[in-house]
Nanobody, 125 residues
Framework: QLQLVESGGGLVQPGGSLRLSCAAS????????VSWFRQAPGKEREGVSW????????EYADSVRGRFTISRDNARNTVYLQMNSLKPEDTAVYYC??????????????????RGQGTQVTVSS
């Protein structure tokens, strides 16, 4: 069974950068599309970014487009989320999810069969 482990979170000042990693084990990740979701305290979970299994297509939420970049290295069984120009409102727990999810369902958390435990990102001065 596919297992996902996120890493790379932490505390960063506004305007700073972080790179999150989602490392897969137990099965190959390259047959799955992968998304990053986030959830801030008291707020609903939201989709942040999505990448197709091939890596050829990506999508971003309006709130992060132009600042975040999703990528994948199928040889390393890992997906990355490069986050630049971070803002306090980016503070949240970030989750990596994977599944044979169509592009139409990319923002539905329940559509993904595999989920990581999350990594905390805090943007504060």
């Amino acid at each position: 069974q596919l297992q996902l482990v996120e890493s790379g979170g932490g505390l960063v000042q506004p305007g700073g950068s972080l790179r999150l990693s989602c490392a897969a084990s137990g099965y190959t990740l390259d047959i799955y599309s992968v998304s990053w979701f986030r959830q801030a305290p008291g707020k609903e979970r939201e989709g942040v970014s999505w990448i197709a299994s091939s890596g050829d297509n990506t999508e971003y939420a309006d709130s992060v487009r132009g600042r975040f970049t999703i990528s994948r290295d199928n040889a390393r069984n890992t997906v990355y989320l490069q986050m630049n120009s971070l803002k306090p409102e980016d503070t949240a727990v970030y989750y990596c999810v994977a599944g044979t999810t169509t592009a139409q369902a990319m923002w539905r958390y329940s559509a993904y069969a595999y989920r990581g435990q999350g990594t905390q990102v805090t943007v504060s001065s």
